[in-house]
Nanobody, 114 residues
Framework: VQLQASGGGLVQAGGSLRLSCAAS????????MGWYRQVPGKERELVAR???????YYAESVKGRFTISRDNAENTVFLQMSSLSPEDTAVYYC?????????WGQGTQVTVSS
């Protein structure tokens, strides 16, 4: 299983970015896809996740600003990020959870300037 993330970059505070992550390989269709982020010196934290049935979960810090969605036919997960702030600056990792295994993408840098 491989995950390929894209869409990171530099944006000004208040701006928007859309991350995409495509999963390839063979895996069970019942799964959870999500986005985590990490800044240097801190643990990786969950940002949002979505089940194959469409149930979503968001960290409190991003509720109302970020939207996670997925295309099951393309095994792709998206993260629409709006009203970005410098506190959102991090490396964002996509994740595919097919119990009991976790698969990770390579990470994409998101930098929000003030």
């Amino acid at each position: 299983v491989q995950l390929q993330a894209s869409g990171g970059g530099l944006v000004q505070a208040g701006g928007s970015l859309r991350l995409s992550c495509a999963a390839s390989g063979s895996f069970f269709r019942v799964n959870i896809m999500g986005w985590y982020r990490q800044v240097p010196g801190k643990e990786r934290e969950l940002v949002a996740r979505i089940t194959s049935g469409g149930t979503t979960y968001y960290a409190e810090s991003v509720k109302g600003r970020f939207t996670i969605s997925r295309d099951n036919a393309e095994n792709t997960v998206f993260l629409q990020m709006s009203s970005l702030s410098p506190e959102d600056t991090a490396v964002y990792y996509c994740n595919l959870r097919v119990a009991p295994n976790d698969y990770w993408g390579q990470g994409t840098q998101v930098t929000v300037s003030s």
